[in-house]
């Protein structure tokens, strides 16, 4: 199974209202956590990152919240706007399978956040 | 900077024909990757690679190949294309335990 899963697959908003997006992780000795949001037809776009030295990171009208105890993962938007209909995917940070060392990101499946005028 | 530049953007291809998807990047990153994204799901690591002469299998590498010659460019080889492999490829690269950057993918149809 994969290691970093979303809850839903569709969270729908009205325009103005937050966003809440969730994502459980199963690799515990995953350090780092980031988020991504990828519009229609372009690549992954860097959203905001946590280290598991934190519980909580925020950026502009986003927040990253860490709960390591459960192994979870969610990412709120403030006055959620139509710019920010796309998908979402978490990833955790961990070693490749070679175990040489090297790290890489895993990803869940996504989240896709539709606005509602 | 560019950032991270994927050519083409979008190809088909014939069962059986071979392709190179090519990447690169100016930011003097040491890590680079290549993903495969199919419809609705996550990104699937193909290959990865540490440095200049280094590379590695991820998840999914049957079926292709890679090269790191230089830092800049990590080319993604199909020799042998089938079905399977119509996907969106993203090649990605970043510093150890950093954010990695995306280019905007190439789109591959094998029919």
């Known amino acids: 199974g994969e290691s970093v899963g979303l809850h839903l697959p569709t969270l729908s908003v009205q325009e103005g209202d937050n966003s809440i997006i969730n994502c459980a992780y199963s690799n515990s000795a995953s350090d780092y956590f980031i988020w991504y949001k990828q519009e229609s037809g372009k690549g992954p776009q860097f959203i905001i990152d946590?280290?598991?030295?934190?519980d909580k990171r925020q950026g502009q009208r986003v927040t990253v919240l860490l709960n390591k105890t459960v192994k979870h993962l969610s990412l709120q938007i403030a006055a959620t706007q139509p710019g920010d209909s796309a998908v979402y995917f978490c990833?955790?940070?961990?070693?490749?399978?070679?175990?040489?060392?090297?790290?890489?990101?895993?990803f869940g499946k996504g989240t896709h956040l539709i606005i509602q005028p | 900077n560019a950032g991270v530049t994927q050519t083409p953007k979008f190809r088909i291809l014939k069962i059986g024909q071979s392709m190179t998807l090519q990447c690169t990047q100016d930011m003097n990153h040491n890590y680079m990757y290549w993903y495969r994204q199919d419809p609705g799901m996550g990104l699937k690591l193909i290959y990865y690679s540490v440095g200049a002469g280094i590379t590695d299998k991820g998840e999914v590498p049957n079926g292709y190949n890679v090269s790191r010659s230089t830092t800049e460019d990590f080319p993604l080889r199909l020799e042998l294309a089938a079905p399977s492999q119509t996907s969106v490829y993203f090649c990605?690269?970043?510093?150890?335990?950093?954010?990695?950057?995306f280019g905007q993918g190439t789109r591959l149809t094998v029919v």
């Open positions: 946590i280290r598991s030295n934190m």
């Open positions: 990833a955790e940070n961990e070693q490749v399978p070679s175990g040489g060392g090297a790290d890489g990101l895993t």
């Open positions: 990605a690269s970043k510093y150890r335990n950093t954010e990695a950057f």
